[in-house]
C-alpha cells in the first residue's frame, strides 16, 4: 500500500501575497514559505516555525496502482 500526501503551496499565513508558495527544505524535510519563513510539517502539514498558526490545506488523494487522484474532497 502507497500513501500520499498532497498540500496547498500556498502559505496560510498571508496568502495573498504573490511570495507566499511553499517549497520543500530537503535540508529540514520541512515546507517553507520564503516570503514569511514559516515552517511546516511534511507528515502532517502542521506549522513548525514562523509567524504561521494555522496548517497547509490538505487535498485527498487515491491512488489504484496506476493513477494518483488528488482532490478537495468536492
Do not use: W
Not at 8 to 20: G, N, R
Not at 35 to 54: A, H, K
Amino acid at each position: 500500500l502507497q500513501n500520499f500526501l498532497a498540500y496547498e503551496m500556498t502559505c496560510p499565513y498571508d496568502p495573498e501575497k504573490e511570495c507566499a508558495r511553499v517549497e520543500v527544505d530537503p535540508t529540514t524535510f520541512t515546507l517553507i514559505d520564503s516570503c514569511c519563513m514559516s515552517r511546516y510539517n511534511l507528515i502532517d502539514g502542521m506549522p513548525v516555525g514562523g509567524p504561521s498558526s494555522r496548517p497547509l490545506l490538505q487535498y485527498f488523494t487515491e491512488f489504484d496502482g496506476n493513477y494518483l487522484q488528488v482532490n478537495n474532497g468536492n
